[in-house]
């Protein structure tokens, strides 16, 4: 069975920084993409930075360019370093992965449906 599990939420202050890191485990695990989402209560999941981990191109989101970036391992191990943060960038955030049999140009729309491996979710507070 596949599982992704996240770790390295927290509380920071505006300006702060947050390493989240995510590992993919399970024998049949296999991706072609790797990607970070988050979510705010009553809102729609937001597609924020994703890796490519079969030629490791990276794609963000306007929101976090610059500020966020992502990196991967062996396929199957990523991690999100968070720079800057700000009070908006406060949210439940996620890993995902998308199955092997995915448009690799997926990883690059960064939607929530194409993605089929979810993790359970890491809380991020930034405060001002």
């Known amino acids: 069975q596949v599982q992704l599990a996240e770790s390295g939420g927290g509380s920071v202050h505006s300006g702060g920084s947050l390493r989240l890191s995510c590992v993919g485990s399970?024998?049949?695990?296999?991706?072609?993409?790797m990607a970070w989402f988050r979510e705010a209560p009553g809102q729609e999941r937001e597609g924020i930075i994703s890796?490519?981990?079969?030629?490791?191109?990276t794609y963000s989101a306007d929101s976090v360019r610059g500020r966020f970036t992502i990196s991967q391992a062996n396929g199957r191990n990523i991690v999100l370093q968070m720079d800057k943060l700000q009070p908006d960038d406060t949210d439940t955030y996620y890993c995902?992965?998308?199955?092997?049999?995915?448009?690799?140009?997926?990883?690059?729309?960064?939607?929530?449906?194409?993605?089929?491996?979810w993790g359970q979710g890491t809380r991020v507070t930034v405060s001002s």
């Open positions: 890796v490519s981990t079969r030629d490791g191109r």
């Open positions: 995902a992965a998308t199955t092997p049999w995915q448009e690799r140009i997926a990883c690059s729309w960064l939607r929530p449906g194409d993605f089929a491996y």
């Open positions: 399970g024998s049949t695990f296999e991706t072609n993409c």
